[in-house]
Every structure is written in structure tokens, then in C-alpha cells.
């Protein structure tokens, strides 16, 4: 029998394409291949689509006469492309209707093709005539998204600015604005998404609008998460968001997008609530800043930079879109690099057979980032700090099943558990004036990074969570406690509870201001618990904790005074700033600071743990970093990093943030000494 795909010519970049039979319902999907090169082919469209469970659904297709198993996400696709096809391009014959899908037009089982198409892939879809993104959902939620987002973009489109923003248009539409229970027929599933483009689960809102909720659950589908589709939606010029019989042109969705954000920033500037939305959930929604559509967002900064990146510092910047493999999900974990090649115009010709490891590919794409960043002064000035990559890399931060050197940026880990997205990424100069200007930098052999490095200390504490069941702030509250109780002075010269301060806020500067004194008061405020219920002293509670940390409770006048000095005094010696009733003033005046001491507590539990050092330091380490491990300062890393000894050799745990070693201060401390590291 002869096979199913002949050879495709690599000179001539060519391709296969679909023609596809025009078939009823409940007739097998007929095709045949037609092979052309890309840069001569006729007019065609790609499909954009999830490829569903291969292993667990498949159906049969009928390619060039014979029996072809795809996913049932394909064959849905491929039912309805045609129709989706005739309507965006009313004015095209049916007969000229092309179809690329890479799982059918690209021999899967032939490595070598895989590997020299998937690179074209960058420019097929920008070559499409149309892109067709299939959903791979056919929910009410989703037709209601859909239609919600085409009305809002009607709209926004149809009236003046001051009319559409006025929200008055939104009464002729009662279904955006009525809540659920006057709107009996409307009953759609209001399960959350895990993503960060929906309200998160302890967010205390409710939707009782579905078709606010509808538009809030539309990122959250597959389709959005995976890293072939965020450069395919990038790289379209024409792209069409399709669901069996329904579609919207991407257009129509980013205008319903940038319409919201106008509604949104209208509304905080003007404050007002028209008469007809006041205590609806359509308000609550429109009012605040659950709803944060990173997916679009993410989509549209990497267009707008694809359209003006020009020379060095242009090719560093797209070089950084390849970062956005770390928040998507890829089949196989080479994808995270190869699936955006197409995006970060990497060098880098994909090796998708067994006999090249992922920590092969991994290493070879940081290996193209080194050579860049010392041959490229656009991309010294992009990204200052040419080992920025270890944040999202090391032992102690992620599980590493895969066996990559620990020193490569884990896109799989980082993918599912979302550490590094959960913290803010670190502010540091920690190498400043520690090396010299000229001489060696880091480089890659035999996947082990090589880099000049300073060793610093090494830990001796590691301060992980107790087993004794309390809540997580009663644990690290006697810690600090302890922490205060036997440290003394700190070796920079400040106080130690002003170290832990620093710590908890990422606060790498010496600077205080009264932000920062502001969020000192916060930081206790959270730390400190309630008393237990059948506490007969309550007030006895506070005080013993305040007092323990070295501060003086509040008086029984009231005047807060002997609190407002020993706050200062114990934290801030000699601050500046002007004297205030600190209690009363943050309580009143600066509530918001108790979300940013939220926010950094919830970063700290997902990636940190707090650590002390041999000579005195305090700071935030690897949540795996373990006492003997040795802090070093590495040319090129705006952070210092924990290191374990294995062998002749040594292991990346994961950087960390050490209060006196972020700004320089390792300089002239020991000798400089070449690093190899696995």
C-alpha cells in the first residue's frame, strides 16, 4: 500500500492542505491532501483548536480514502470549519475552501518533518487568510459570553463616548443589568474557572447576573491555557472565535474589551451609580476590579510589541514573549519553547525525538539567551541582569521529575503550580560593584552553567511551619517573637523587627517613608491573632504579644502615646517623618495597606520560607533550602542565590532575598571563584 503522506520539499518550505468534501451531517468527514509551497499557496485557513484527550477520544475521519483517528475536539472542528469558512468570507467559492491543521496536514510520526515544520508554523498563521479558533465548547455560558461581548462592542461602537459611558443604553438590555432571580429562565452552571482571569474562590462576591458571569468564565476555558494557541491567536491577522454554530470575529472581543475597561475607569473617576443598577450584581461587577482578563491583555501587549520590535533591543524583547511558556500548558515540555518559536524568533531548530532530552532543549534555549545578551547591547539595556532567568529555576522552588539542570527556568513546574506568578519578582542589585567590569561571565557546557561567584554565608535556620494545627499567622507570630527576643542588633545596624518588616515586603531599599511605616503597623495588625473565644482577658492577649515583640501596648487613656514611641523606637530609630497617633491615623486613613500585607503574606506561604544565616542576616529563602546551604552572589543576578554542594559541583536550591546582601553589599567579602552549577 502506498503511504498515506508523501515527503514534503524543505527547500521550497512546502506544505499540506486540507480539501475537504462537503458532506451532510451524519456522513464521515471526507478529505483529501493537497501539497503546495507555503510562500505560493493558494488562499487558505488554519484552524486554531485544542487538541483534546488523543488517548481517550478519537474518531474517524476519512483522509485521501482512508481511515485517519482524530480527536473528537478535531473532528467537531472540522464538521463545522466550512460553514464557519463561507460566513467570514462570503464572497470565496465553495470549491476553494483549504483547510491547515497540523495534526492531519504534518506526518506526526515522522520526527524529522515535525521538526523543520513546526517553525513554519510562525508564518502560517500570519499567512492564513482566516484563522479559525475553535473553543471546543458549546455551553450556554459560552454562547452567552459570545453574545454578551458582540452587544457590549455594538454598543460602545454605535453611540457617542458620553452615551455609551453614561450606562443609560444598558436599560434597553435588561438582562445585563437585572440580577438572576428576575430573570427566572436564564440557570447556567456557576462553577469557577482556576484561572486569574475570574474572581478567585474566596473572593466574598456572588454573581447573580449570568451573563457577567458568562464573560467572566470565557478565559477560563482550555482553549486559552495552551501554548501552541497563545502564539496562534497572536500571530492571526484575521481570527474568528467559533462555537458550532456561533462565532465573533477577535476584533468584535477586543472591543468589547477595551469597552469594559472605559466603563470601569469612568466609573471610578465619576463615582456614580445610575438609578437602575444600584445594588444589582451588574454594579458590583462593573465597579470593581475582579475581572482582570489577563489572557487578552497578555494577547494584545505581545501584538503590539510584534508590530514595532526593530533591531537589538527588539530582538531581546521578543526573546522575553517566550517567557509567557511559563504560565501555559503544553503536552510535551519541549512545546514551552518550541510552541512560541514563532513569537520569540529564536534560532532554534526543534528536536522533538527521544534522543534529545528536555533539559537539552532547555539548555540550549538559555545557552541563545547568553549569546544575545553579550553580543546584543539592545538586550543589556532590555533586561539588565543576564541571569534573571534562576528565579524561575531551582530545586528548592520546584519538584523537578523531569531531571532538568536545576539552574534552567522549570516551564513545566511553573506552568501547574504558578509559584513565581503568585510573588512578586524581587528588586535587588545583589552583584553591584561586586565583579569586575570586564572579564569572564556565564556560559554554558555539558548542561552546567558556569558563572563567576562570590561566596557569602551560609544558612542556619530555616523557619517552616509547625505541625501544631494553628493557623498560619499563630506560627510565624512566635517566631518573630522569638526572632526579636535573641537577636539583638542586626548586622546592617537596624532593628530586627524591622529586618522581618523588610523581608515581608520585599523591600531591598534603606529608605523609610511613611508608607513603610504604615505597613509596619499593618504587618502586626495581621500577625497579631484574636484571643480563643473563652479568653476572660482579652486585652491581656494583645498586650502580651506587643510586649513580647518589645513594644508597649496602648494606654488606658487612650492617648496611644507610649504605643506611638516604642512603635517608632523599636522599628525606626530616628525616623524623620513627621509624629502621629499611628494607630488611628493607619487605621483610618491607610486600610488599604493591610491588602499589600495580605498579598506579600500569600507570595511568602506559596514560594518562600524565612532563614537566618551564620553571620546574622535575615531574609526569605527556597521553600526547600535546607541549614548548611551556602548563599552566593553571582555576576549577572540581581538576587543572591542559595547553592548546595553535590560533588565536585553544585546545585541551584533557588534565589533568595537576604536583607544587607540585595544592594552591592557582598563587595570585597572573599574571593571570586568560576561556579559550576547542574
Not at 44 to 68: C, H, V
Not at 182 to 204: G, L, M, S
Request: hydrophobic share 40%; glycine share 6%.
Amino acid at each position: 500500500m502506498n503511504p498515506l503522506y508523501r515527503p514534503l520539499d524543505q527547500s521550497l518550505s512546502e506544505i499540506r492542505l486540507l480539501k475537504m468534501k462537503n458532506v451532510g451531517e451524519h456522513e464521515p468527514i471526507t478529505c483529501n491532501l493537497v501539497y503546495h509551497p507555503l510562500h505560493t499557496a493558494p488562499s487558505f485557513t488554519a484552524l486554531s483548536y485544542p487538541w483534546g484527550e488523543p488517548s481517550i477520544t478519537k474518531e474517524d475521519i476519512l483522509l485521501d480514502g482512508r481511515q485517519f483517528a482524530v480527536t473528537v475536539n478535531l473532528a467537531s472542528a472540522l464538521r463545522h470549519a466550512r460553514k464557519h469558512w463561507s460566513k467570514a468570507v462570503p464572497d470565496r467559492n465553495d470549491t476553494d475552501f483549504l483547510l491547515w491543521v497540523d495534526a492531519v496536514c504534518i506526518n506526526q510520526q515522522d520526527i524529522f518533518e515535525k521538526d523543520w515544520q513546526l517553525p513554519l508554523m510562525g508564518t502560517i498563521y500570519p499567512t492564513a487568510q482566516l484563522v479559525i479558533a475553535w473553543l471546543a465548547d458549546n455551553s450556554r455560558s459560552t454562547q452567552l459570553a459570545l453574545e454578551t461581548f458582540d452587544l457590549l462592542a455594538s454598543e460602545s461602537l454605535t453611540q457617542s463616548t458620553e452615551d455609551f459611558l453614561s450606562l443609560e443604553w444598558m436599560q434597553n438590555h435588561p438582562n445585563l443589568y437585572k440580577d438572576d432571580e428576575d430573570n427566572k429562565e436564564n440557570n447556567i452552571n456557576t462553577e469557577k474557572n482556576n484561572t486569574n482571569d475570574v474572581p478567585a474562590e474566596n473572593e466574598n462576591f456572588s454573581f447573580k447576573n449570568e451573563r457577567w458571569l458568562a464573560t467572566s468564565q470565557f478565559f477560563g476555558l482550555p482553549y486559552w491555557s495552551r501554548v501552541w494557541i497563545f502564539q496562534e491567536v497572536v500571530l492571526a491577522r484575521n481570527l474568528i472565535l467559533c462555537i458550532n454554530d456561533t462565532s465573533l470575529k477577535y476584533q468584535t472581543l477586543l472591543q468589547a474589551w477595551k469597552s469594559l475597561l472605559s466603563i470601569k475607569s469612568a466609573i471610578q473617576s465619576r463615582n456614580f451609580a445610575p438609578h437602575f443598577l444600584r445594588c444589582t450584581a451588574a454594579w458590583a461587577f462593573l465597579s470593581t476590579k475582579l475581572w482582570k482578563w489577563t489572557t487578552i491583555r497578555k494577547i494584545s501587549d505581545a501584538q503590539e510589541l510584534l508590530a514595532k520590535t526593530e533591531g537589538d533591543c527588539g530582538a531581546a524583547k521578543r526573546f522575553m514573549l517566550s517567557l509567557t511558556g511559563l504560565e501555559l500548558q503544553a503536552g510535551d515540555p519541549k512545546d514551552h519553547i518550541y510552541g512560541l518559536l514563532g513569537l520569540s524568533a529564536l534560532k532554534i531548530v526543534p528536536k522533538s525525538g527521544a534522543d534529545v532530552s528536555v533539559g537539552e532543549v532547555y539548555s540550549e534555549y538559555i545557552s541563545y539567551w547568553l549569546r544575545m545578551y553579550e553580543n546584543s547591547p539592545g538586550a543589556r539595556l532590555h533586561e539588565k541582569q543576564v541571569l534573571f532567568f534562576l528565579y524561575f529555576g531551582g530545586n528548592g522552588v520546584y519538584d523537578n521529575p523531569l531531571d532538568l539542570p536545576s539552574w534552567v527556568p522549570n516551564f513545566p513546574a511553573e506552568s501547574k503550580a504558578r509559584t513565581a506568578r503568585s510573588s512578586p519578582r524581587p528588586c535587588g542589585q545583589a552583584d553591584k560593584g561586586v565583579f569586575p567590569a570586564l572579564g569572564d561571565g556565564p556560559f554554558i557546557k555539558d548542561l552546567s552553567l558556569f558563572v563567576p561567584g562570590l561566596e557569602v554565608d551560609h544558612i542556619s535556620l530555616v523557619q517552616t511551619k509547625d505541625s501544631k494545627g494553628t493557623r498560619d499567622e499563630d506560627w510565624m507570630l512566635r517566631y518573630f517573637e522569638d526572632y526579636v527576643s535573641r537577636a539583638g542588633t542586626y548586622p546592617t545596624g537596624i532593628p530586627p523587627l524591622q529586618a522581618i518588616l523588610r523581608a515581608h515586603k520585599f523591600h531591598s531599599s534603606n529608605e523609610v517613608d511613611e508608607n513603610l511605616v504604615g505597613y509596619a503597623f499593618q504587618m502586626l495588625l495581621f500577625h497579631i491573632p484574636p484571643p480563643p473565644p473563652d479568653d476572660k482577658d482579652k486585652e491581656e492577649h494583645y498586650r502580651a504579644h506587643y510586649r513580647a515583640l518589645g513594644i508597649e501596648p496602648l494606654s488606658g487613656d487612650g492617648t496611644g502615646s507610649k504605643f506611638n514611641d516604642s512603635f517608632i523606637k523599636k522599628i525606626f530609630p530616628g525616623y524623620p517623618g513627621r509624629k502621629l497617633n499611628w494607630r488611628d491615623h493607619f487605621l483610618l486613613n491607610r486600610a488599604d495597606l493591610s491588602n499589600d500585607v495580605f498579598t506579600d503574606w500569600s507570595a511568602i506561604r506559596a514560594r518562600w520560607e524565612f532563614i537566618e544565616t551564620s553571620n546574622g542576616y535575615f531574609g526569605l529563602g527556597p521553600l526547600m533550602a535546607q541549614p548548611g546551604d551556602v548563599i552566593f552572589v553571582l555576576k549577572g543576578s540581581h538576587l543572591p542565590v542559595v547553592l548546595r554542594k553535590d560533588g565536585q559541583h553544585w546545585v541551584h536550591v533557588g534565589c533568595c532575598f537576604i536583607i544587607g546582601l540585595m544592594n552591592g553589599e557582598a563587595a570585597g567579602r572573599g574571593s571570586i571563584q568560576m561556579v559550576e552549577i547542574r
